[in-house]
């Protein structure tokens, strides 16, 4: 019974120490510190802490520790001062934060906050422990390419590896570039684990360009500049052409007499050296090396074959394309054809098209202007024996004038009831006014100078 009621009276107190043991996860205290920090050598670190303790009183005590790669005690502090560690340049930032001065790459670690808080009115301890990681980094330099060989590279033949240098810089990761863009993944490209070293074996012609590397880390990035990379290929792509004549697949047709320049191309590097060959009955012969051939037709008695052969000096390669030529008669002015295929000039079709549209646009513009239906009726209705009135300038023979002539007023509109003759002779100008006018009659005689004479007689 005595055990029994022991038990019971310290029953509470039990109950006491466990919710004093829990009582860190109290809503109303807490602390937060990032868990990954990134430093600069030779620069300040500043290790934040944030707390919240609500509204409550509190007090509290605690450290820092380092707790790799040896455990070593930093700072003790509570909510009015700290003592740092004599051997470490340390300053403190109340309420639990503190500055690591001057960071190096010894630096670099594992780190660990232990805070004791006791609230007042309560019992107990609230208790915290924060883990903080730190890296030390070394912001990179410029970086360098360097090539392992800088003799001549030939395609399928030659491997060569790229690497990309730093002088400073730590946790550098590099991508590469060729003229530009980012390497397309490749089976003959090899890279390194943080791709510093390019390694492509063997070489081919889509190797070639102008290669840039990229070193960067959490703090920078800087990148390199350009080194050239040749590639010795060819020759590819083969072929004979020319600018005269009708082409039809590897057949030349030419006028008789014409003078007649052939071209061997192919995608080399270096250029190729060229050989051209006849091929005759009797076997064949080297007509000239060059990559330019010409022969006159006029020496040709019948269709003849031909060979171009492109030979590359360095990757040792070959190649050749074979074409006949042939005289015949084209017309004058015949065009080069390639195939049996022809086009129009595009600068033709544009200048017949506008002439066209031209054409069009003036015979709309003078069907407006001058209704040629309305021309026609007025030429054919006009009388055919009808003189032509000449053009009077007020200067001719004053003996046209004479006569006898009528002149009748027009009430209302003329002041004078008199008129000259020209001004009768516009009376067409009136048709407009609203008055009546009279016909004027004009007495001419057949012989004006007869007239006078009857007149003095009389």
């Known amino acids: 019974m005595d055990s029994m009621g022991s038990t019971v009276f310290l029953l509470p107190y039990a109950i006491l120490l466990f919710v004093s043991g829990i009582t860190s996860h109290s809503p109303n205290v807490n602390i937060k510190v990032s868990p990954f920090i990134h430093g600069i050598k030779g620069s300040p670190l500043y290790l934040d802490v944030e707390t919240h303790f609500g509204l ?6 605690g450290s820092w520790y380092r707790l790799e790669p040896n455990p070593t005690h930093l700072i003790t502090f509570n909510e009015k001062t700290g003592i740092p560690n004599m051997d ?45 990681e730190i890296t030390v980094n070394v912001p990179v330099s410029t970086p360098v390419i360097k090539k392992s060989t800088e003799s001549a590279l030939v395609e399928d033949k030659d491997n060569v590896t790229l690497r990309c240098l730093v002088e400073t810089g730590n946790k550098v990761q590099f991508t590469w570039k060729r003229n530009n863009k980012p390497l397309e993944p490749n089976p003959r490209y090899t890279f390194s684990k943080n791709n510093d070293i390019l390694f492509i074996s063997p070489v081919r012609k889509e190797d070639m360009g102008q290669y840039r590397c990229t070193a960067e880390n959490l703090i920078n990035n800087r990148t390199s500049h350009s080194v050239n990379l040749d590639v010795f290929y ?84 070959q190649d050749e394309t074979r074409f006949t030529l042939v005289v015949a008669s084209l017309g004058v002015g015949q065009q080069k054809h390639v195939g ?91 048709k407009d006014l609203h008055t009546t006018i009279y016909d004027v009659i004009k007495h001419v005689p057949e012989n004006p100078t007869l007239s006078l004479l009857k007149s003095d007689i009389s």
């Open 88 to 132: 470490m340049d340390i300053v403190y930032r109340p309420p639990m934060s503190l500055t690591i001065k001057r960071l190096d790459e010894a630096a670099e670690g594992r780190y660990q906050l232990e805070v004791n808080i006791n609230i007042t009115g309560r019992p107990g301890l609230v208790k915290f422990k924060k883990t903080v």
């Open 56 to 61: 409550e009183k509190v007090q509290f005590q």
């Open 340 to 430: 049996e295929e022809s086009a129009v000039s595009p600068v033709a079709a544009v200048a017949i098209s506008s002439l066209l549209i031209i054409i069009c646009m003036l015979f709309v513009f003078l069907r407006k202007t001058c209704n040629p239906k309305r021309v026609i009726m007025k030429i054919y209705s006009r009388p055919i024996n009808e003189p032509k009135k000449p053009h009077r300038s007020g200067h001719e023979d004053a003996t046209e004038d004479f006569g006898i002539y009528e002149f009748v007023a027009i009430p209302g509109k003329m002041e004078s009831t008199q008129a000259s003759c020209r001004s009768l002779a516009r009376l067409d100008s009136f």
């Open 234 to 317: 060819g020759p590819y792509n083969l072929a004979v052409n020319s600018e005269q004549g009708l082409r039809t697949g590897a057949v030349f047709t030419v006028n008789p007499g014409e003078l007649v320049f052939f071209d061997c191309l192919a995608d080399s590097n270096p250029p190729n050296t060229c050989v051209w060959i006849s091929k005759t009955n009797n076997g064949t012969e080297i007509i000239m090396t060059g990559p330019r051939f010409s022969v006159t037709s006029y020496e040709l008695a019948q269709a003849k074959e031909y060979l171009c052969r492109a030979f590359n000096n360095v990757t040792k390669k």
